[in-house]
């Protein structure tokens, strides 16, 4: 059973910067050859939307139009972590973030019911 674990959250003001980070617990070499990875995120009285996903190899990217330009995926299949840098951020952006995986090939979607496998996720708070 694939687990993942959420980290980086935190409280930051518009405009500043947040890394999140997925780590992954099964081996790393299953790790970067079976599992696309997500990032979602849901805020209070809304339904949870995909933010960017990227693909086993790390070579295919999807972004949502919201944080197209601010935020970036990226992984290390040695280390089993997916990173999602997030930069320019706005209150907007508050959110719990989850991560997410699934076998998937292809461009990595960020539809959340392909995704099986779930974090418990991270509180991120822009606010000033």
């Known amino acids: 059973q694939l687990q993942l674990v959420e980290s980086g959250g935190g409280l930051v003001q518009p405009g500043g910067s947040l890394r999140l980070s997925c780590t992954a617990s099964?081996?790393?070499?299953?790790?970067?050859?079976?599992?696309?990875v997500g990032w979602f995120r849901q805020a209070p009285g809304k339904e949870r939307e995909g933010v960017s996903a990227?693909?086993?190899?790390?070579?295919?990217?999807n972004y949502a139009d919201s944080v197209k330009g601010r935020f970036t995926i990226s992984r290390d299949n040695a280390k089993k972590t997916v990173q999602l840098e997030m930069n320019s951020l706005i209150p907007e952006d508050t959110a719990v973030y989850y991560c997410a995986a699934n076998r998937g090939g292809g461009l990595p979607t960020l539809e959340s019911n392909e995704y099986p496998y779930w974090g418990q996720g991270t509180q991120v708070t822009v606010s000033s």
């Open positions: 099964e081996s790393a070499s299953r790790f970067g050859w079976n599992y696309a």
């Open positions: 990227i693909s086993s190899g790390g070579g295919i990217t």
